[in-house]
T-cell receptor, first 114, second 112 residues
Framework: EAQVTQNPRYLITVTGKKLTVTCSQN?????MSWYRQDPGLGLRQIYY???????DKGDVPEGYKVSRKEKRNFPLILESPSPNQTSLYFC?????????????FGPGTRLLVL | AQSVTQPDIHITVSEGASLELRCNYSYGATPYLFWYVQSPGQGLQLLLK??????LVQGIKGFEAEFKRSQSSFNLRKPSVHWSDAAEYFC??????????FGAGTRLTVKP
């Protein structure tokens, strides 16, 4: 089954404790993205990747890091989480550029930073 | 950069009634337009998309949307809503430079 998986689905942590949210896709997509969803703001782009070792910032990259060492995986790293990073996070992948191609989304990771 | 406005934060319709969700965009060229649906506790799923050609686009689950260049709109419609359509709906506009913008979303409640 074609899918995007994210882990964990729910996470409660404390300020400053490094965490990683994993994302994996099995569709051999070149493009992958991370979004955060906040009430009244919709989805905002954090980072995206056009291929292995090629990443770029989105609209809200501060406080986040990403890496793309394998085509299927695109982890999101919060090195020192803060309460304003409490949000719902989505990973997505697409065959082509996200602006013109269908994106396939993971189920989301709900993060609470205390 | 492009932008998207969904004027309605929350809409309530009765089951069996028709539905129209509004979406207005701002972009200097011909946009790529999308509607995604997010069911409770799930990720987003594509309903339909418009790139070019026929301005009336058919999607999954009985949804359709019409691109109106003169009004910069891409409204989503369904003739008869089912209880399972209760969800949050996002309009999005994309560009050839790989940029992508989502609207703030419209939450749909369906009354029995």
């Amino acid at each position: 089954e074609a899918q995007v998986t994210q882990n964990p689905r729910y996470l409660i942590t404390v300020t400053g404790k490094k965490l990683t949210v994993t994302c994996s896709q099995n569709m051999n997509h070149e493009y992958m993205s991370w979004y955060r969803q906040d009430p009244g703001l919709g989805l905002r782009q954090i980072y995206y990747s056009m291929n292995v070792e090629v990443t770029d910032k989105g609209d809200v990259p501060e406080g986040y890091k990403v890496s793309r060492k394998e085509k299927r995986n695109f982890p999101l790293i919060l090195e020192s989480p803060s309460p304003n990073q409490t949000s719902l996070y989505f990973c997505a992948s697409s065959f082509g550029p996200r602006g013109s191609e269908t994106q396939y989304f993971g189920p989301g990771t709900r993060l609470l930073v205390l | 950069a492009q932008s998207v406005t969904q004027p309605d934060i929350h809409i309530t319709v009765s089951e069996g009634a028709s539905l129209e969700l509004r979406c207005n965009y701002s972009y200097g060229a011909t946009p790529y337009l999308f509607w995604y649906v997010q069911s409770p506790g799930q990720g987003l799923q594509l309903l339909l998309k418009y790139f070019s050609g026929d301005t009336l686009v058919q999607g999954i689950k009985g949804f359709e949307a019409e691109f109106k260049r003169s009004q910069s709109s891409f409204n989503l419609r369904k003739p008869s809503v089912h209880w399972s359509d209760a969800a949050e709906y996002f309009c999005a506009v994309g560009a050839v430079n790989n940029d992508m913008r989502f609207g703030a979303g419209t939450r749909l409640t369906v009354k029995p």
